[in-house]
Each structure stands twice: as C-alpha cells, then as structure tokens.
C-alpha cells in the first residue's frame, strides 16, 4: 500500500513567472483528490444493442481548507485575485503531480497540467483566515520528472 503522502500535489506560485515556484498543497488539508468528472454516454439502440462513448475528463480539485499563510507566494497570488476578481488567464497557473514512490530520490515522475486557480470564498471562523480554491485542469498533461531537490520540473 502505498501512504497518501507519495502523492504530491503542487501549484506554480508565480502564475505565468519566468521560473516557476511549485508550492506542495496539503499542510492543511486532510483530504485532496482530483476529481475525473469523465464525460460519458451509454445509449441502447433500436436492435437492443448497447454502445458507450467516453469523451474525456474536465478535472478539478477543491484545496478546502487553505489557511493563508504571510510567506507564501501562493496566499498573495490568491489574495490578488480576491482583491482585484480577476478572471481569465490571470488566473492561469500550472498544477504538477508528483509520484514521490516512482523514482530515485530526488527525481520522481510527475506530470504538469494548465490549470486556472479560482478561490470559492474568503473568511473562515477562529482558526484562521482561510480562502479555500478549486483546480480547474485544462489542457494535456506533461510527462516528465520532479526534482526534490532543486523543486523543479523537467519534461521527458
């Protein structure tokens, strides 16, 4: 069995920067699962016969909760968006899957993907101020490798 942690999930901090800045996502979170939502039909036919068509996947993760935190690039970028509700491409930024149990330490396959980060609110109760987002993956996904090290990605 292979723990949770092995599976690493990070967001480009920089948001279209020249070099990007993988957070890893999950100080906070007890759960993070990325959500397929395949796009599927399965229709029968007049002779009784059944076909299925499999169209794709629109992915997406909801980071809830993110407590917002003073030193990191990725609260500041949120509280952008917040601040200013941008949309679009301003929202733009890579999402990086890293398998922490497939590789040599420090190289470990990953694959990168657009995404657009959207935060859902803003607020939270007494444990701190949070601004919880969803992932919305777009486009293909690049295979490649994650360095620990240098916390960089470098596709195959």
Request: with cysteine; net charge negative; aromatic share 14%.
């Amino acid at each position: 069995m292979i723990e949770r942690k092995y599976m690493a999930h990070f967001v480009d901090a920089s948001f279209g920067g020249t070099t990007a800045n993988w957070e890893r996502l999950g100080a906070d979170l007890e759960e993070y699962n990325v959500d397929l939502n395949p796009d599927t039909e399965t229709s029968k036919n007049i002779l009784g016969e059944s076909t299925f068509k499999h169209k794709g996947y629109e992915e997406s993760s909801d980071a809830d909760p993110y407590y917002a935190d003073e030193d990191s690039a990725l609260f500041l970028k949120l509280q952008d968006i917040i601040d200013t509700r941008a949309k679009g491409d301003s929202c733009k930024t890579y999402a990086l899957e890293a398998h922490l149990w497939d590789g040599t330490e420090p190289e470990f396959v990953a694959y990168r993907q657009a995404c657009y980060v959207v935060p859902t609110s803003y607020g939270g109760d007494t444990s701190g101020y949070q601004i919880p987002f969803t992932v919305n993956y777009v486009g293909t996904r690049t295979k490649g490798t994650y360095n620990t090290t240098t916390k960089t990605f470098k596709a195959s």
